[in-house]
Nanobody
């Protein structure tokens, strides 16, 4: 089954920035509400940011003002610009559709580690 492909993670110092990308294959992407999710060790996967098909965005309280989600429908791609990163942002980041059932099987994700 096709999975989204996330990239752009890495090791960054507190206060640094990263830009994540996610390519989600398949038709109808432009009509999908999309989200970025993250899972820290020992924690449940949580929603970080969402963008509707029309471009409206929403953020969890912990990232609001620091992260920006965007999309490029011509490239079937969703982005997450992360600024002023904190150690508590350390997690594996995934993208998928919003709501249930998910449109795609969860991908491998991309590891973000914030540490000095």
């Amino acid at each position: 089954q096709v999975q989204p492909v996330e990239s752009g993670g890495g090791l960054v110092r507190p206060g640094g920035s990263l830009r994540l990308s996610c390519v989600a294959s398949g038709s109808g992407f432009r009509f999908d509400h999309m989200g970025w999710y993250r899972q820290a060790p020992g924690e449940e996967r949580e929603s970080v940011a969402t963008v509707t098909a029309l471009g409206s965005t929403n953020y969890s309280g912990s990232v609001k003002g620091r992260f920006t989600i965007s999309r490029d429908n011509d490239k079937n791609t969703v982005y997450l610009q992360m600024n002023n990163l904190r150690p508590e942002d350390t997690a594996i980041y995934y993208c998928n559709s919003v709501g249930r059932p998910k449109k795609w099987t969860w991908g491998q994700g991309t590891q973000v580690t914030v540490s000095s």
